[in-house]
């Protein structure tokens, strides 16, 4: 039983990235495709599909081809300790070279986004 999903999900990608995968699958769930989304929307990874294997849906996550450095990913929030944030407390993450992904009322999105529009919410993890 994985007590958290979201590390474990995050976990996945990293060992991906650092093995030099291509691709990877993780268990699917609505919060994990909106992470998702908003990597690939800021092409930290190549993409993502929504696959159902048996009766259980998975997530196929294809990484792109890394040169120099593996991804690097911090969870920030945590089940024994949740980090909420004011719109106005988002910080940009490497001087704008990373993102930020916060889990708002108004769905999974950057840090950037967020601020735009002006929400805030969970800070979930940090990618650069």
């Known amino acids: 039983m994985i007590t958290d999903p979201i590390a474990d999900y995050l976990t996945r990608i990293r060992n991906a ?3 030099k995968k291509t691709k990877t699958r993780i268990p699917y ?3 994990k495709e ?9 092409k930290f990874i190549e993409g993502y599909e929504v696959k159902k294997d048996g009766t259980f849906k998975e997530l196929e996550i294809t990484l792109k081809e890394w040169t ?5 990913i911090k969870r920030v929030s945590t ?3 949740r980090i909420y944030l004011k719109n106005t407390d988002i910080k940009a993450v490497k001087n704008g070279l990373g993102v930020l992904v916060i ?10 986004q967020a601020r735009k529009e002006k929400v805030g919410g ?3 993890c940090e990618v650069y």
């Open 17 to 19: 990235s650092l093995a």
């Open 29 to 31: 769930s609505k919060l």
């Open 34 to 42: 909106g992470i998702s989304k908003v990597l690939q929307q800021r």
């Open 68 to 72: 120099r450095e593996p991804l690097a």
């Open 79 to 81: 089940p024994g300790q």
């Open 103 to 112: 889990s708002t009322s108004k769905g999974v999105m950057a840090g950037e």
């Open 122 to 124: 969970e800070a979930i």
